[in-house]
């Protein structure tokens, strides 16, 4: 399973180049395995050491900027690495049992998050609705000791580092990734569950051969366009079709589209597709006598 990014507009060139390094970083080094998740926090360790760092020597010229750094950007560099953190624990406690067990142990870890969802319900509401009138209180370094003994500060050790609500706003972050990654978790035992292993006889010759990615771009691409059933259909729907029809494990397609969305080119197979349709229906103008497999 994997991870979603935040579109997060960093207007410091230095972050910005350590933020798309965390994420080319984490879509190269994640494959599913613990020994990929423990990879993926020692790189984010080291692009959190490296926001730190850079903290040390910058002063912001204006409040706004301070405010926008610990409500915004460093949320999105620290809600990886606790997300990760929290798969990490998660796979390794996971039964390996029957898959009703596994159903059980995930829908349990569900309803830890919606705990501390309803535990912090008033931050929630505030981050949701963009509201700004406590973003002074919540998300500067300016001594806060009520709202701190409220909160409850995390434990950093570096006061230059942290403000009084920024680690719970991490919190919130990286439980809304884990979230999705067990709701994807789930999605994919219901499909095993109801497709079963397909016989040698049942099993499609068709294999999918293109990117995960370009797979990802027909799946939203089809749900988007209400192709299917009216659009009256799942991305799970889809992507077990797609998984049964052509012999491709599909993956967390939910963290691959904020991939593609973070890309230039957000549609690089579509547009691919397009191209090619158009070459060939030239080709074949051209070549009217010629023969089409």
Known sequence: MEAQFRNVSIPVPEIAAMYRELISGIAVTYHGSLRSIEECIALIEGNVGGLRAFMKDHHFEKLDDEIYFFKRIKPAF????????????????????????????????????????????????????????????????????VVSMLRGTAIDGDPTFCTSCDHEVTRIWANDLLKEYIVQSLEELNRKESTGAASLEDRSPLTWTASLAAINELIYGLKATGAINNGNVTLSQIAGMFEKMLNVKVGNYYRRQQENRLRENRTPFLHSMIKKSNEEMDFRDENPHRSSK
Do not use: W
């Open 78 to 145: 620290c809600s990886q690495l606790m997300y990760f953190r929290k798969m990490y624990r998660m796979v390794l406690h996971k039964p390996v049992g029957s898959t009703a067990e596994q159903v059980k142990y995930l829908n349990r870890e569900l309803g830890f998050l919606h705990y501390y969802f309803e535990a912090n319900i008033d931050l929630y509401l505030y981050l949701r609705s963009e509201a700004t009138y406590l973003d002074e209180v919540y998300f500067t370094r300016k001594p806060q000791a």
